[in-house]
C-alpha cells in the first residue's frame, strides 16, 4: 500500500487560485509596459492584499505536525534522477562557454589578469588584496592555480566560474539533505541547477560565483553540526566562515547570518565558531587594517547626506525589483542583472510568495524570524550601495530558491502522489524554457549587437582576437603589441591571446612566420606604416563611431618591419604591461599620481620616436583626466601632438577640453586642425556645432 502523505497545508481550491494569482501578477510587473503607478496598484492587490488576507488566516491556526521539508512521502525521488539532475546542471553551465557572452567585462578581465600573473610569476605575485576596490584574494589564488594547470585562454576563463557553479548544485543538495527531507533536497538542487539566478551568475568570472559555492559548503556544514551537535563541527563551520572573508565582500553578511544561526540555534558551539572565524580571518583583517580597508565601499555607497532622501531610497529597491520583476537601471548601463523579467521568472516569483505563506503556515515563530532577519542582512549590501549588483546580494540566492522550494512543496502537496511527478516536471519544463529563453536569447542578444556594448565591454577588442586568432591558426604565434593604447585597464585581449602572445607568454611555441601585431589608435596609421609596413591596417570598430576614431590592428611579418623601431616598440610595449597592477591600483576614487611618476620615469624608453613620443603622452593625458587635472591633460597633449604626432583626435580631443572650460576660440582652432588632419575619424564637426550652441547661449556644454 502506498503511503499516505501529510495533510495538505493549503486546500487544492485555495493554493491554485493563490498561485495563479501570484504568477499573473509578477508576470505583467515584470513584461506589461504599465505606468509605474499602475504596477504599484497592482503590486498591491494582486500580491501585498492576498498575502495579508492568507496570512491573516493562518496565523490563528495549529501547525501541521508535519512540515513539507521534513515530509519524505512528498515526492518519492528514485536514485538514478540525482545524477541525471547533474548532467543537466552540467550542460546548461559549459554549453556556448565561450560564445555566450561573447568577450569579458573589464571586470573579469581584470580578475583573469592578476590570476594570469599568479599563473605566470608564481607564488611570488601573490597578495592578499587586489586592485583598488580591495578584493579578497581566494578566487584569484584558485584561477591562477586553474590557469596554471590547463592555460590561459577564454575558454578557462569562463570554465572557472562554471566549474564552480556546478560544484554548488552538489554542495547544495548535500546541505539540503543535512536539514531537510530527500524530496524537498531534490526541489532545492533542481532550482539550483536549472534556474536562471544559479546558472546565469556561474557565467561571469567573478568573485561571487566562489562566495555561493562557499555559502553552500556552509550550509551543508551547519546541516552537520545540527545532526550532530558536536563542538567539532561548530569550530569548523567556524573555519569555513572565517575563510569566507577571502571569497567577496559581500561576505560579511553571510558571516552575521551564520552568527545568528549559530546563537539562536546552538549556542553551546559559540566559541567554537568564533575561534575559528578569528583564526582563519585575522591575517586578512591584518591587511585590511594595513592597507586602510573602506575607502572602495565609500565610493559606491549609496547614502548621501547632500541628496534628497526619496530617490536614494527607491535605488537602494532597484535590486528588490530587480529578484521578481524588472531591473530599473537605464538600459545603457550595464550591470550584473537581468535582462528580460527578473532573476526568479514569474513562474519561480509566484512560488517564492506562495512559500513564504508556507512558512508562516508551517514554521516556528523562531524560525520565520530568523528567516526575515537574514533575508534583511543578505539584502543589506545591495540596499547601501543602490542601484543593481546581482553580486552584492548574491548571499540571498538560497533563501529565494528555499522560499520557491516551499510554494512548489505546497502545490505537489495539494495533489494526488499519481500526479505530482506530472506537474512537477510540466512547471519544471516550463520554468526552464522561460530562463533558458532570459539566458540564451535576451542575453545573448545584447552582445550580438554593436549598439548594446558598453563601456564594460571591448567589441574592438573582440574583432582584433578574431583577426589574430586566424593569424595564429595560419602562421603559430606572434607578437602582439596591446598596451601603447591610452588607458591599460581593459586586460581582456591579453587574456584571449596569451596562449600564443610571445610579448606576455615566456613559452608559446614556435612560429611558421615570425609575426607582429599592434593595437593603436586609427589616426595613427601613416606613422606606423613607415616603419610596420602591414598589408593592412583594419579599423576594428567604425561602426561603432567612437569619437577618437577607435583602434586599429595591423599583423606585419618581422622581417619587413624596421628592426630598431621594432625592438623599440617592443621594450616600451612590455615596460606598459608591467604598469598594469599599478594602474589596477590607482584608479576612480584613488589618485593617479603613483601611475604617473612611475610613467615619467619611463620615459626614456619613447623618447625620440615620433609615434611612441604620442603613445607616452596620451597615457599621461589619460591620467591626468583620471584625476581631474585638466591643465595638466591639456599640457600632455600639446606635448603628445608636438614631440610625437599632429593626429586627429589629440587636436580633437583638446578642442573638447578647451569647450569645457569656455575657451572658445582656442577650442574652434582645435577642432579645425582635426577636420584637416587625414585621416580624420573624429567628432570634430559635431565638437564645432556644440561650440557654435554654447557662443550663443553662454552656457557651458555638457560633457
Known amino acids: 500500500m502506498r503511503k499516505k502523505s501529510s495533510v495538505p497545508v493549503f486546500e487544492p481550491k485555495v493554493v491554485w487560485p493563490l498561485f495563479a494569482c501570484f504568477v499573473l501578477t509578477n508576470g505583467l510587473l515584470a513584461f506589461a509596459p504599465l505606468p509605474w503607478g499602475w504596477k504599484g496598484v497592482l503590486g498591491l492587490l494582486g500580491l501585498v492584499l ?48 565561450t560564445t555566450l557572452s561573447q568577450w569579458p567585462l573589464t571586470d573579469e578581465a581584470k580578475s583573469g589578469y592578476f590570476a594570469m600573473q599568479l599563473a605566470s610569476q608564481g607564488l611570488g605575485s601573490a597578495r592578499l588584496l587586489y586592485d583598488f576596490s580591495q578584493l579578497p584574494p581566494l578566487y584569484i589564488w584558485l584561477e591562477g592555480l586553474f590557469f596554471k594547470l590547463f592555460g590561459v585562454s577564454l575558454f578557462s576563463l569562463w570554465c572557472f566560474p562554471a566549474l564552480l557553479s556546478l560544484l554548488a548544485v552538489g554542495a547544495f543538495y548535500q546541505g539540503a539533505r543535512a536539514h531537510f527531507s530527500r524530496s524537498f533536497a531534490f526541489l532545492l538542487a533542481a532550482l539550483m541547477a536549472l534556474s536562471f539566478w544559479p546558472l546565469y551568475a556561474g557565467r561571469f568570472s567573478h568573485q561571487g560565483s566562489l562566495l555561493l559555492l562557499w555559502e553552500c559548503l556552509a550550509f551543508w556544514m551547519t546541516g552537520k553540526m545540527a545532526q550532530q551537535a558536536s563542538l567539532k563541527y561548530s569550530f569548523y563551520l567556524g573555519l569555513l566562515t572565517g575563510a569566507g572573508f577571502y571569497t567577496f565582500t559581500s561576505w560579511p553578511g553571510a558571516a552575521l547570518v551564520l552568527a545568528v544561526w549559530v546563537f539562536g540555534f546552538h549556542r553551546k558551539g559559540l566559541w567554537p565558531f568564533l575561534a575559528g572565524s578569528f583564526l582563519v580571518y585575522l591575517p586578512l583583517g591584518v591587511a585590511w587594517l594595513a592597507k586602510g580597508y573602506g575607502g572602495y565601499i565609500q565610493h559606491v555607497w549609496a547614502l548621501n547626506p547632500g541628496e534628497a532622501w526619496g530617490p536614494q531610497l527607491l535605488r537602494g529597491f532597484w535590486d528588490f525589483a530587480a529578484m521578481f520583476w524588472k531591473s530599473a537601471v537605464p538600459p545603457n548601463l550595464f550591470a550584473y542583472k537581468p535582462f528580460w523579467g527578473g532573476y526568479l521568472n514569474p513562474l519561480l516569483a509566484g512560488c517564492f510568495f506562495l512559500g513564504v505563506l508556507v512558512l508562516l503556515r508551517q514554521g516556528t515563530a523562531a524560525w520565520a524570524r530568523f528567516w526575515g532577519l537574514a533575508f ?41 502522489t499519481s500526479r505530482r511527478w506530472p506537474v512537477l516536471g510540466f512547471l519544471f519544463l516550463f520554468s526552464l524554457g522561460l530562463d533558458c529563453h532570459h539566458l540564451f536569447g535576451a542575453y545573448r542578444d545584447v552582445w550580438n549587437h554593436p549598439d548594446g556594448w558598453f563601456a564594460s ?68 596609421q601613416p606613422l606606423l606604416s613607415k616603419n610596420f609596413p602591414a598589408p593592412r591596417w583594419i579599423r576594428l570598430a567604425p561602426d561603432t563611431g567612437p569619437p577618437d576614431g577607435g583602434l586599429i590592428l595591423g599583423v606585419v611579418s618581422q622581417s619587413a618591419c624596421n628592426p630598431e623601431a621594432l625592438q623599440r616598440l617592443l621594450q616600451a610595449d612590455r615596460a606598459m ?127
Open 457 to 524: 565591454k571591448s567589441v574592438e577588442r573582440l574583432r582584433a582576437f578574431r583577426i589574430l586568432d586566424d593569424v595564429r591558426k595560419d602562421l603559430g604565434p606572434g607578437l602582439i603589441v596591446t598596451e601603447l593604447v591610452p588607458d591599460l585597464y581593459d586586460q581582456s585581449l591579453s587574456i584571449a591571446t596569451y596562449d600564443f602572445n610571445g610579448q606576455i607568454n615566456p613559452d608559446p611555441g614556435p612560429s611558421r612566420d615570425p609575426w607582429v601585431a599592434i593595437l593603436a589608435n586609427a589616426h595613427y
Open 376 to 416: 534583511l542582512l543578505f539584502y543589506l549590501p545591495g540596499f547601501l550601495t543602490g542601484g543593481v549588483e546581482m553580486f552584492r546580494i548574491l548571499p540571498i540566492l538560497p533563501l529565494l530558491l528555499g522560499g520557491t522550494a516551499m510554494g512548489l512543496s505546497a502545490l505537489l502537496n495539494s495533489l494526488k
Open 577 to 703: 604591461n608591467g604598469l598594469v597592477s599599478l594602474v589596477y591600483e590607482n584608479r576612480d576614487y584613488k589618485s593617479r599620481q603613483p601611475v604617473v611618476e612611475k610613467l615619467a620615469s619611463l620615459h626614456p624608453l619613447f623618447e625620440g620616436d615620433p609615434f611612441l613620443e604620442a603613445c607616452f603622452w596620451e597615457k599621461m593625458a589619460d591620467n591626468a583626466y583620471g584625476d581631474r587635472d585638466y591643465d595638466a591633460q591639456v599640457a600632455a597633449l600639446k606635448q603628445a601632438i608636438e614631440k610625437g604626432y599632429p593626429a586627429a583626435h589629440l587636436y580633437n580631443d583638446l578642442g573638447a577640453l578647451y569647450l569645457r572650460r569656455s575657451r572658445f576660440q582656442e577650442a574652434r582652432e582645435s577642432f579645425e586642425k582635426a577636420l584637416h588632419c587625414v585621416p580624420n575619424f573624429t567628432s570634430a564637426a559635431t565638437g564645432l556645432q556644440m561650440l557654435e550652441e554654447a557662443e550663443k547661449t553662454g552656457e557651458k556644454p555638457k560633457d
Open 50 to 97: 492576498p498575502m495579508l488576507l492568507v496570512s491573516g488566516k493562518v496565523r490563528g491556526l495549529a501547525r501541521p505536525p508535519k512540515t513539507l521539508w521534513l515530509d519524505e512521502t512528498l515526492l518519492p525521488v528514485p536514485g538514478w534522477i540525482i545524477p541525471l539532475l547533474i548532467l543537466a546542471a552540467a550542460f546548461f553551465r559549459f554549453i556556448h562557454l
